[in-house]
């Protein structure tokens, strides 16, 4: 059973940073994505970026490209999400998500390439 734990959500002042970390407890498959989700109150689920594992390419949503970074660690259980230049519309719970990928593709416009996510960790940005 994949299990997917988020961490590092707080509350920032806009211009801040935040880093966030999900971290996997296995993986179901060989070449898989994983993808930053967020979802605001009264809004539809949004992704945010996505990274391919193992080749580690990059996807990001063009509302946070330039802010936003995703990476993984050497040892490739875990993945973050660096946040930088905040803005009070990037207010939401971000979550984690896992899926396979057959061709080194990652949606960030699409949540149904992931099965598997996490509980989500909440991000509040004050003006």
């Known amino acids: 059973q994949v299990q997917l734990v988020e961490s590092g959500g707080d509350s920032v002042q806009a211009g801040g940073s935040l880093r966030l970390s999900c971290v996997a407890s296995?993986?179901?498959?060989?070449?898989?994505?994983m993808a930053w989700f967020r979802q605001a109150p009264g809004k539809e689920r949004e992704g945010v970026a996505a990274?391919?594992?193992?080749?580690?390419?990059?996807y990001s949503a063009t509302s946070v490209k330039g802010r936003f970074d995703i990476s993984q660690d050497n040892a490739k259980t875990s993945v973050f999400l660096q946040m930088n230049t905040l803005k009070p519309e990037d207010t939401a719970t971000y979550y984690c998500?896992?899926?396979?990928?057959?061709?080194?593709?990652?949606?960030?416009?699409?949540?149904?390439?992931?099965?598997?996510w996490g509980k989500g960790t909440q991000v509040t940005v004050s003006s």
């Open positions: 990274i391919y594992r193992p080749g580690g390419f990059t």
């Open positions: 296995a993986f179901a498959y060989s070449n898989f994505c």
């Open positions: 998500a896992a899926g396979p990928s057959a061709d080194g593709r990652c949606s960030v416009t699409s949540a149904r390439q992931y099965d598997y």
